[in-house]
C-alpha cells in the first residue's frame, strides 16, 4: 500500500520505476528487496494536452442551457475518489469531474442565466496522483481555440413600419 506525505508505495506486481497504473514513474527512486520494489514518486503531475469547448454548434460561443466542458490529460494517472478527483472551476463555478481511467478528465458546466454576458474563464484548480503529488494549476488550453463567449441576451427585433403604395386607381 501507500503511506506517509509523499505516499510511500511498495509495489510487487508492476515491477521497478512503475506506477500502479503500469507507466514508467517520474522522479522517482526505486528500492529492491527480495520481491518487493519501493518506489518514491516526487514529480507533480501536468496536464499535457486542455480543450475548452462548449456543447453548442458554434464551439466557442454557449448560451443559456448549453454545457462548457474542459477536457484535459493528465501526465500520470490521477486519483478519482469523491474527495480526491481534480477540481475544476468553470466561469468561478465548481465543475463536475469524471474520467473512466484516471488520465483523460472531463469537467462540466451548464450555463444559466445568473452568468453574465461574456467570455468565461476555467481553471484546472488541483488534483493528486497515486503517491499524493499535486497536479499544476493552469488556466491554459493547449489545444484548439481559448475562449468560450456567453451570451444570454435573445436577439430582438425592431418593428418598422411598412408604408404601401399603390400606382393604380382602381
Same mark, same amino acid.
Given at each position: 500500500?501507500?503511506?506517509?506525505?509523499?505516499?510511500?508505495?511498495?509495489?510487487?506486481?508492476?515491477?521497478?520505476?512503475?506506477?500502479?497504473?503500469?507507466?514508467?514513474?517520474?522522479?522517482?527512486?526505486?528500492? /529492491?528487496?527480495?520481491?518487493?520494489? +519501493?518506489?518514491?514518486?516526487? %514529480? &507533480?503531475?501536468? !496536464?499535457? =494536452?486542455?480543450?475548452?469547448?462548449?456543447?453548442?454548434?458554434?464551439?466557442?460561443?454557449?448560451?443559456?442551457?448549453?454545457?462548457?466542458?474542459?477536457?484535459?490529460?493528465?501526465?500520470?494517472?490521477?486519483?478519482?475518489?469523491?474527495?480526491?478527483?481534480?477540481?475544476?472551476?468553470?466561469?468561478?463555478?465548481?465543475?463536475?469531474?469524471?474520467?473512466?481511467?484516471?488520465? /483523460?478528465?472531463?469537467?462540466?458546466? +451548464?450555463?444559466?442565466?445568473? %452568468? &453574465?454576458?461574456? !467570455?468565461? =474563464?476555467?481553471?484546472?484548480?488541483?488534483?493528486?496522483?497515486?503517491?499524493?503529488?499535486?497536479?499544476?494549476?493552469?488556466?491554459?488550453?493547449?489545444?484548439?481555440?481559448?475562449?468560450?463567449?456567453?451570451?444570454?441576451?435573445?436577439?430582438?427585433?425592431?418593428?418598422?413600419?411598412?408604408?404601401?403604395?399603390?400606382?393604380?386607381?382602381?
Amino acid at each position: 500500500g501507500c503511506r506517509g506525505p509523499h505516499r510511500v508505495c511498495h509495489h510487487h506486481r508492476h515491477g521497478p520505476g512503475r506506477q500502479r497504473s503500469g507507466r514508467p514513474a517520474h522522479a522517482i527512486t526505486t528500492a /529492491t528487496a527480495g520481491s518487493s520494489t +519501493v518506489v518514491y514518486d516526487i %514529480t &507533480a503531475p501536468t !496536464a499535457s =494536452t486542455v480543450r475548452f469547448y462548449s456543447s453548442n454548434p458554434t464551439n466557442t460561443k454557449a448560451k443559456v442551457g448549453d454545457t462548457l466542458t474542459v477536457e484535459f490529460t493528465s501526465s500520470e494517472q490521477l486519483l478519482n475518489g469523491a474527495a480526491t478527483k481534480p477540481v475544476v472551476n468553470i466561469n468561478s463555478q465548481t465543475a463536475l469531474v469524471s474520467s473512466a481511467d484516471g488520465l /483523460t478528465w472531463y469537467a462540466t458546466y +451548464v450555463m444559466t442565466s445568473a %452568468t &453574465a454576458d461574456g !467570455a468565461i =474563464t476555467f481553471t484546472i484548480v488541483r488534483g493528486y496522483d497515486l503517491a499524493g503529488n499535486v497536479l499544476a494549476s493552469t488556466s491554459a488550453v493547449t489545444t484548439g481555440l481559448a475562449t468560450v463567449t456567453f451570451d444570454k441576451t435573445a436577439p430582438t427585433l425592431t418593428p418598422n413600419p411598412i408604408t404601401l403604395a399603390s400606382t393604380s386607381s382602381v
